[in-house]
């Protein structure tokens, strides 16, 4: 039987799970697919994400794709997929794309968005949904200090160490469009982007929150999208406010 590759659109709750990628006797969302396709498929199919999430994040709507040779038609493998997944995983699309497609080196953008929760209780069906920061920040300062991370800046200082560093490749990326803002109880960070680094959101929104505590001055907070070598002056805040809401690819409209 011929070849498919089929590309999917999945809705996620990070909270139960150790990330994306697979690691050895952990669940993750990576692991989970893997293992309900290879059902589906009769022996092992490797699944590729566009990108990964950390522990405890989140996904509105990832993209994956896989490779088959069942002829199961892609409506009959979504309801297929979702029988078959726990419930906080669902596959909301799937399509059959050219053999070549790679869901990490062919998205154009990403869209994320950090999710604050400001009142002094945070009610318990939301704590693995929001950061819950009741204290003291100048909002309006906080969506300030975002807008500056709009355009094509080196962001080092707001990366973690990862694996690939050793590979010595840019750290420069673009961001299309970046907005903080208000919505009822929560500060919300909404960042689109050309690609990110490791714990890069998590870091962008501490360091916001830095600045609307006072802690660090906009002319500071600028100079870190120009680091000198090891400049880092803020902390990554958890993971479970995080969200990736969307990946764009090249026939999608900018």
């Not at 490797?46 to 409506?75: W, Y």
């Not at 973690?160 to 750290?171: I, N, P, T, V």
């Not at 990110?196 to 660090?216: C, P, S």
Request: proline share 6%; glycine share 8%; charged share 25%.
């Amino acid at each position: 039987m011929a070849a498919r590759r089929l590309k999917i659109a999945l809705s996620y709750d990070g909270h139960p799970y150790f990330g994306w990628q697979v690691q050895p006797g952990l669940p993750t969302i990576q692991g989970t697919i893997e293992t309900v396709v290879s059902q589906i498929e009769g022996k092992p199919v490797a699944v590729a994400g566009s990108g990964r999430t950390d522990a405890g994040v989140h996904a509105l709507e990832q993209v994956a794709a896989f490779t088959l040779e069942n002829p199961i038609p892609p409506a009959n493998l979504k309801k297929a997929m979702n029988r078959l997944l726990p419930r906080d995983i669902r596959v909301l699309s799937v399509e059959e794309v050219a053999l070549e497609f790679h869901p990490r080196f062919q998205a154009r953008a990403k869209t994320y968005e950090y999710r604050i929760w400001r009142e002094e209780v945070c009610p318990p069906f939301l704590r693995h949904y929001v950061h819950h920061f009741p204290y003291a920040l100048d909002e309006a300062m906080f969506c300030r200090a975002a807008r500056l991370f709009e355009g094509r800046h080196d962001f080092s200082a707001f990366s973690a160490a990862d694996d690939k560093d050793e590979l010595g490749g840019s750290k420069v990326r673009q961001m299309f469009e970046a907005e903080g803002r208000r919505e009822g109880d929560r500060l919300l960070f909404r960042v689109r982007g050309s690609g990110f680094l490791k714990h890069m959101v998590r870091l962008m929104t501490g360091g916001l929150i830095e600045v609307a505590k006072g802690n660090l001055t906009l002319d500071r907070f600028t100079a870190l999208l120009d680091p000198a070598p090891g400049d880092k002056q803020v902390h990554a805040v958890p993971a479970a406010g995080l969200f990736l809401i969307s990946v764009e690819y090249s026939s999608e409209p900018a």
